[in-house]
């Protein structure tokens, strides 16, 4: 394998790791306030939807990304009203929504489009182009660095850049401001935040508005910037990667980071069977490679390599003492 | 305080529910321009109309029996089993392996060792998420829902690589011998003198699964082990005090629940299709989680909840036939009854048991204090009934 094509498979890994990145954030804000959060599929699909259909009748890929970050934001105050404030089963929920936006997405975009359970193809301003970083093409030629500079960190949308500065941010959110240690303690001890007078329940909305709007940028990066329109059930699947990702990141936002490339790296590979062959001699399936985050996970949750351990009270609503 | 009367609990509630996921229902199909009235009636019509209607909707509840009851166990033991979907896949690999390299002499063999096989496919997929469970902690619905995905990859390789025949494109396994042909109910019920559709898919395996709830009924309830099940489900500790093993039962629970879910396949691979098709269980083992919630759990609320998305299914594919409105509706509805009966149960419950305590007598003091918990993996419904 030459220079090139590395730089190539590592280009492709960043477009398919943004989308898993930016759901596992999601996911990571939720689950640290203590709210498990199976929908993260549910809430892109939603967001993918809105996105290319707003952007689709408006010819403004800003718009689109608002009304997709707005679905996905209705779905995580469902998620919210049934796991918080009635105090139902948050798996439940997560199931519910992702039916649900599988199921809506499909006929809304039947009964607006009628094209199958897909929108138009977008073009032009209604779709996030690849941004060129200054003097991209100046640097071209230089050897090593000017393919690496070129390729792989310019000509992306923004929103890739987006999802990698959120990571830096998440961690300064959780880790060093007031609101992260308290939405880190509500997943821990939500009985002890309640005591400090911080309310429970508006910590916990706060971190499913914030999964909600990070779903929505997936969501509206998967069918504006990665792909050009929408098609039935295009997250496939990613939002449980990003769920895989999440525990094998083990609730940390820059082992996410490493986590989703990872998963991306594997995404790029699939489409490369010739790269992985020449690389260790071994034909390896398709099928195994896609498999492959899925038993990862399952391997980490066993605990055999390293120990998971989720907020402890994740899952649990939260009752008040009387 | 047990503010409700049973009746309340076991129809009025998950009526309420039904009735709110149907109003929405409504509403989706009125958003979408179509008339939700003219909807149901061409519903009723294509599903219930006609025996040939009759013996799609019974073929899907077929399939929804087998993988609600799947859930329904393993929400005694309180485990949320959402691999469903992977177990029916598994057991379908099952039935095709063993209707394939088995020269089977009858069908009625044919079902037990094939059946068996399914059973046991099912079984062994549930029971490796059952295991980390038990013994290394990890959460029962991550390992199930990465276990779905294992499985279709698994079933994906082995359907394009290994089973598929030689010279054929379609990644499906080779057609099943004759004589693994399971009677349909057309070919049941003729020698009775009634007429059932010839083409619908309904066969014997209605008749296991209407088996596997009255066995399901009896093992929860009259068994040794289901007391140990649903002791387990509804206090971990005090189960574990009575001498009751978490990890035996949670291995137990979750292996029966597989092996429930490897079952559909024969109906939808030996009965149905009679060869190995790629997505197979067609999101079976999923609607199987709204069938229990709806059901709660019981196995006579599990029949009449599959009759009802069977219904739903086949009434749905009439839809998408005959208007504009697509296959997709369904899962609309199948989301709004999760969603009602499972996560917002609260929402319904809440306001009722006001309702309820509201117009009750002032009487003596109740013997027994504490409200029963119910089946099922919702929490803190004890603390919420106030």
């Known amino acids: 394998m030459d220079y090139i094509t590395l730089i190539q498979l590592l280009d492709s890994t960043v477009r398919l ?23 993260l599929e549910g809430k892109m699909l939603a967001a993918a939807f809105f996105s290319a259909a707003l952007a689709s009748i408006t010819g403004s890929v800003w718009l689109g990304l608002a009304a997709g970050i707005g679905a996905s934001m209705v779905l995580s105050a469902v998620h919210g009203l049934a796991s918080i404030t009635f105090r139902g089963n948050q798996l439940i929920s997560g199931v519910a929504i992702n039916f649900l936006a599988a199921g809506m997405t499909v006929l809304i975009a039947q009964d607006w489009f009628a094209q199958g359970g897909r929108t138009p193809s977008l073009f032009g301003g209604a779709r996030f182009e690849p941004i060129t970083l200054p003097f991209a093409k100046a640097v071209e030629d230089v050897p090593f660095l000017g393919p690496l ?3 792989l960190i310019s000509g992306h949308s923004i929103l890739v850049y987006a999802a990698f500065l959120a990571v830096p941010l998440t961690w300064w959110i959780l880790f060093r401001t007031r609101f992260g240690l308290r939405l880190r303690a509500v997943g821990e001890n939500p009985a002890a935040v309640d005591t400090a007078g911080v309310s429970v329940v508006g910590l916990r909305y706060a971190a499913v508005g914030i999964a909600g709007l990070l779903c929505g940028v997936a969501g509206a990066y998967l069918s504006t910037a990665l792909q050009a329109g929408f098609v039935k059930d295009m997250s496939a699947g990613r939002g449980f990667i990003a769920l895989a990702a999440l525990i094998f990141a083990k609730w940390r936002p820059w082992y996410a980071l490493w986590a989703t490339l990872l998963f991306g790296l594997f995404g790029a590979l699939e489409t490369r069977p010739d790269v992985i062959q020449s690389v260790i001699g071994i034909k390896v399936q398709g099928q195994l490679l896609g498999a492959l985050p899925y038993l990862m996970t399952v391997v980490i949750l066993a605990g055999f390599v390293g120990k998971a351990i989720p907020p402890r009270a994740g899952g649990e609503p939260y009752v008040k003492e009387r | 305080m047990d503010v409700m009367p049973k009746w309340a609990e076991v129809i009025l509630v998950p009526l309420i529910s039904l009735l709110l996921a149907a109003i929405l229902s409504a509403l989706v199909i009125l958003a979408i321009g179509e008339d939700p009235i003219a909807a149901v009636n061409l519903m009723v019509k294509g599903a219930l109309g ?4 009759w013996g799609y909707t019974l073929y899907y509840a077929t399939n929804f029996i087998f993988t609600g009851l799947a859930v329904a166990v393993a929400f005694h033991a309180r485990l949320f089993n959402i691999g469903g979907e992977g177990q029916a896949m598994l057991g379908g690999l099952g039935v095709a392996l063993a209707a394939l390299y ?5 069908w009625t063999l044919a079902l037990i060792g094939a059946g068996t096989m399914a ?3 099912g079984a062994v997929w549930a029971a490796i998420p059952g295991w980390l469970q038990a013994k290394r902690g990890s959460h029962v619905v991550i390992t199930t829902i990465m276990f779905n995905f ?5 079933l994906n390789y082995v359907l394009v690589n290994v089973m598929r025949p030689p010279g054929s494109m379609d990644p499906a396994s080779a057609r099943f ?3 693994v042909h399971l009677p349909t109910l057309h070919e049941l019920l003729a020698p009775l003198g009634i007429a059932f559709s010839k083409s619908a898919p309904a066969n014997v395996s209605l008749l296991v699964a209407v088996a596997a709830c009255v066995v399901i009924w009896m093992l929860i309830w009259r068994t040794r082990l289901g007391y140990e099940i649903r002791a387990y489900g509804h206090s ?25 879910a490897g079952l559909m396949a024969i109906n939808n691979v030996m009965g149905e299709s009679e060869r190995l098709v790629l997505n197979a269980t067609e999101g079976a083992g999923f609607i199987g989680i709204a069938v229990a919630l709806m059901g709660r759990s019981h196995p006579v609320g599990v029949f009449f909840a599959a009759l009802l998305f069977g219904f739903l299914y086949q009434g749905g594919a009439e839809l998408a036939l005959w208007t504009s409105i697509p296959r997709e509706l369904i899962v609309v509805i199948q989301a709004l009854v999760i969603l009602f009966t499972g996560a917002l149960d609260n929402m319904v419950r809440m306001p009722l048991e006001r309702l309820f305590l509201m117009f009750r007598r002032p009487g003596p003091p109740s013997p027994t204090p504490e409200t029963e918990p119910k089946p099922g993996p919702r929490s803190a419904q004890s603390e919420s009934a106030e």
Do not use: N
């Open chain 2, 177 to 179: 011998p004759e004589a």
């Open chain 1, 17 to 39: 790791a943004t989308p898993l990145l930016l759901a596992c954030l999601a996911g990571l804000f939720s689950e640290r306030a203590g709210v498990f959060d199976i929908g």
């Open chain 2, 102 to 106: 088995i020269p089977w002499p009858h």
């Open chain 1, 149 to 151: 500079y070129e390729e």
């Open chain 2, 50 to 53: 006609s025996t040939y209607g």
């Open chain 2, 150 to 154: 294992i499985a279709a990859a698994l």
């Open chain 2, 236 to 260: 971990q500790p005090a189960a574990k005090y009575a001498g009751i093993s978490p990890v035996r039962i949670t291995m137990v629970t979750m292996i029966i629940s597989g092996a429930l």
């Open chain 2, 119 to 121: 059973a046991l496919f």
